[in-house]
Every structure is written in C-alpha cells, then in structure tokens.
T-cell receptor
Framework: DAGVTQSPTHLIKTRGQHVTLRCSPI?????VSWYQQVLGQGPQFIFQ???????GRGNFPDRFSARQFPNYSSELNVNALLLGDSALYLC????????????FGPGTRLLVL | SQELEQSPQSLIVQEGKNLTINCTSS?????LYWYKQKYGEGLIFLMM?????EEKSHEKITAKLDEKKQQSSLHITASQPSHAGIYLC????????????FGKGTKLTVNP
C-alpha cells in the first residue's frame, strides 16, 4: 500500500515568490496535517484538515494557507516567501484525526534564496 | 504552550550497546509518539503510548510512559548501525486534538 506522498521533493524559490506544495494521504485517511521542520529542530504544526475543513492552525502568519480536496489530498500555499521559510515541509495523514496515529510523508525541501 | 525536552541531544554508541533516550513534557501528556527520522527525510512511526505505565516493544526498541512524571523513555537493546538516525518524541497538546508538539530530537550514531 502506498504511504503518504508529497510533491515536489525539492524546490528552490526566491524571496517574494509563492509556492504550492502537495500531499496525498494514505488511502482511506481523511485527515491531513502540515508541519514545518527547520534544520536542527523538531517539526512545528502548521495546519490540520479533516473532511475538507480546517480543524487546527498553528502559530504561522497569514502568508500560509492550505486546503483539502474532496479526494482528501491537500495543498499548502505560502505567499511572499521569506528566507526563513526555507525548511522541510512535512505532511501527515491519519484516518479520522484526534488521537489517531499520524503517518508522515517524505517531505518537500524548500530553499528560498 | 506545551514543550517537550529530549535528552541527550546526541548520542554515539558502539554497536551492541544499549541506550536510552528521554522525553519530558512541560504539561499533561494526552498521548506520546515516538518517530525516527533519517537526515532530511520523513518521519517513521515507531510507537504510540497513551496510558500511564504503558510499555510497548517493537523488535529491539521499547518505549515506556510515566504519566505522573510527564515523561517517556525509549530504550534500544543491542544497538545496530540500522538504528542510527534522529529520534523524535511528539505529544498531543490536548485530548481530541491532532496537533502534535515535538521535541528537538536526539541524534543517534551507532559505530560498527
């Protein structure tokens, strides 16, 4: 069975640009969460979506937005990129949210120059 | 806000040795997860602990949860080079929430 998939694997952008990252959850999973991991730190929670609705939002600026589609895949959008947005962006899926185990994808490494 | 402190930050052991990684929470634990990460890659789920005193094992890795101390430990027996990586503990911030708060990780190196 396919795990969580993310695209692209790597991305290089310049300051001020915007970026869209994509995530496909494990088949049957309805909840998707996004995390940002800066080098040397643990992942930080950005968003959680369940059944296409936002269920949680972390302490990130409004430049960050996300959505979930009817097939439960998800997109993370970041506008007006800053150098500090350079990080590994991780997507995680779970069956129904709550305390269910989250399974992570391989991540998208974003470099902002 | 909840914080998780992991110790040690890094660990170098000789193959075959046992080791323990600790994770301490600043607040009540509603669920504690252990993940392993290879450098720059995604997180691999190891174990989830929910109840105080709970202990789970998978192959040579054992994790325990001490709810009163708001602490969990991960123990690896007879370490192998394949155990090398970054071990992360993550905790649910409140009951019913899916938001995970993570520690900074423990980098484990196993020398052959």
């Amino acid at each position: 069975d396919a795990g969580v998939t993310q695209s692209p694997t790597h991305l290089i952008k310049t300051r001020g640009q915007h970026v869209t990252l994509r995530c496909s959850p494990i088949s049957g999973h309805k909840s998707v969460s996004w995390y940002q991991q800066v080098l040397g730190q643990g992942p930080q929670f950005i968003f959680q979506y369940y059944e296409k609705e936002e269920r949680g939002r972390g302490n990130f600026p409004d430049r960050f937005s996300a959505r979930q589609f009817p097939n439960y895949s998800s997109e993370l959008n970041v506008n007006a990129l800053l150098l500090g947005d350079s990080a590994l962006y991780l997507c995680a899926s779970s069956f129904a949210g709550g305390s269910e185990t989250q399974y992570f994808g391989p991540g998208t490494r974003l470099l902002v120059l | 806000s909840q914080e998780l402190e992991q110790s040690p930050q890094s660990l170098i052991v000789q193959e075959g040795k046992n080791l323990t990684i600790n994770c301490t929470s600043s607040k009540t634990l509603y669920g504690l997860y252990w993940y392993k990460q290879k450098y720059g890659e995604g997180l691999i789920f190891l174990m989830m602990l929910q109840k105080g005193g709970e202990e789970k094992s998978h192959e040579k890795i054992t994790a325990k949860l001490d709810e009163k101390k708001q602490q969990s430990s991960l123990h690896i027996t007879a370490s192998q080079p394949s155990h090398a990586g970054i071990y992360l503990c993550g905790a649910l911030t409140q009951g019913g929430s899916e938001k995970l708060v993570f520690g900074k990780g423990t980098k484990l190196t196993v020398n052959p």
